[in-house]
């Protein structure tokens, strides 16, 4: 079960976007795992893919049509991930959006596919494209949870957020949803996630607004350390508002932004939070670094020890993983005299060993509850991050070894 996560009761719809969900029989039958988000022609979108080298095909594909034409369809199918498929991948991705654009009188070229789910598998593009019609005859406005709900694959349940603002008098809406709960340690976004506004923004604009706010959101988070061949993050605009954002240095742009920052780190941690097989929610803050990327690796390297993840599994304690953790992060000169670390409130580690107030009790306290921050002041500079993840539980051992059963 999620971790301090709810289903939303209520999501905004964003005038110019159109969803719908189908069967498609992909894995499984009785599953919605088909996707389609229709895009309205005056819209702008931008997007971030994995870096990871062994990319999808519908990366490869999707990255080629967003260079040559505006997106009008997003056509996303789980429970394969058309991943590791070679040539023949990629000529099942363009066929299936061949079939859409033919359906529906666009470009191929303007409809963009996403998959998620086993890798090395041969898609079934014959069960997508039948279920197109159907599809393009059910879009709508209000069916953002329903795809939330199709695009997950080991999710226990879907991720969506909306923000409305008001800017000059107008109602601003940000809606977004995303998938995702192993394989994280993203590269650049993580594995799915679709979010889009009504405001007016050009693409340059929009993108550079994009890549700022998946720095501290999706570029924030790992469950495993893994970083998936699939990823991909959309942020369209659709125009629909009168209101036009042209520049990152108005008040308006500001508090867009504000906004545009709250839905992606709601999705990053919601992600974190419906982790495999995760019972706990970690904070990990650094402080006191000479750079904010120092900061990430040393919280990144907390994060990823599977000592210190298991340990928070038990509700053990043992802050000699933590202390461990630290000083093997890849940071020079790193004075340990200088560094306090602290679970929850409670100092466990200052002038280079344990802290003299500090009892097996009051960490125990803090270990057993649902969401623990752990704080690392590393005294050198005044550069911070915080980075998300879970615990390390044998839910998510045995989810990741039977995931193709």
């Known amino acids: 079960m999620a971790v301090g996560l709810k289903i939303a009761s209520k999501i905004t719809s964003v005038p110019g976007i159109k969803l719908a969900v189908a069967k498609a029989g992909i894995k499984y039958n009785n599953k919605n795992d088909v996707t389609l988000i229709a895009i309205n022609a005056e819209a702008h979108c931008a997007a971030v893919f994995t870096q990871n080298k062994f990319c999808a095909a519908p990366v490869i594909v999707a990255k080629k049509h967003l260079s040559e034409a505006q997106p009008k369809y997003l056509l996303i199918n789980t429970g394969n991930a058309n991943a590791g498929t070679g040539d023949d991948g990629i000529a099942r991705a363009e066929k299936s959006?061949?079939?859409?654009?033919?359906?529906t009188g666009v470009s191929a070229?303007?409809?963009l596919p996403f998959s998620t789910g086993v890798i090395g598998m041969t898609l079934p593009d014959d069960k997508i494209i039948a279920v197109l019609p159907a599809m393009v005859d059910a879009l709508q406005e209000n069916a953002w949870l329903d795809a939330a709900s199709a695009i997950m694959t080991t999710d226990t349940m879907p991720k969506a957020y909306s923000k409305t603002l008001v800017l000059n008098g107008e109602n601003i809406v940000i809606t977004g949803i995303a998938k995702g709960a192993g394989m994280i340690k993203p590269n650049m976004a993580t594995l799915l996630a679709y979010v889009a506004t009504n405001a007016n923004i050009e693409k340059p604009l929009l993108q550079m607004m994009?890549?700022?706010?998946?720095?501290?959101?999706?570029?924030s988070i790992t469950v495993d350390s893994d970083t998936s061949t699939n990823d991909a993050c959309i942020l369209i605009a659709t125009g629909k508002a009168t209101l036009s954002i042209n520049n990152l240095e108005s008040h308006t742009a500001q508090v867009f932004m504000d906004g545009l920052r709250e839905v992606f780190i709601f999705l990053a941690?919601?992600?974190v939070r419906d982790a495999e097989g995760a019972t706990k929610f970690i904070a990990v803050r650094v402080e006191q670094g000479r750079?904010?990327?120092?900061?990430?690796e040393?919280?990144?390297?907390?994060?990823h020890s599977p000592l210190?993840?298991?340990?928070?599994?038990?509700?053990?304690p043992n802050w000699g993983r933590v202390l461990a953790a630290v000083g093997r992060a890849p940071v020079d000169d790193l004075d340990v005299q200088a560094i306090s670390i602290y679970l929850g409130d409670v100092c466990i580690v200052e002038s280079g060993g344990r802290a003299a107030s500090y009892?097996?009790?009051?960490?125990?306290?803090?270990?057993r509850q649902d969401d623990v921050a752990v704080k690392v002041v590393l005294g050198r500079g005044e550069a911070s991050a915080t980075i998300w993840t879970s615990d390390l539980s044998y839910e998510y051992v045995k989810i990741n070894a039977e995931y193709r059963t």
């Open 298 to 303: 040393v919280a990144y390297t907390i994060a």
């Open 210 to 219: 994009l890549e700022t706010v998946v720095k501290p959101s999706f570029n």
């Open 291 to 296: 750079s904010e990327e120092e900061c990430r």
């Open 359 to 367: 009892t097996e009790e009051q960490g125990l306290e803090v270990m």
């Open 109 to 111: 070229n303007s409809v």
């Open 269 to 271: 941690q919601a992600l």
């Open 97 to 103: 959006c061949h079939a859409l654009a033919e359906l």
């Open 308 to 316: 210190v993840k298991t340990a928070f599994f038990a509700s053990d």
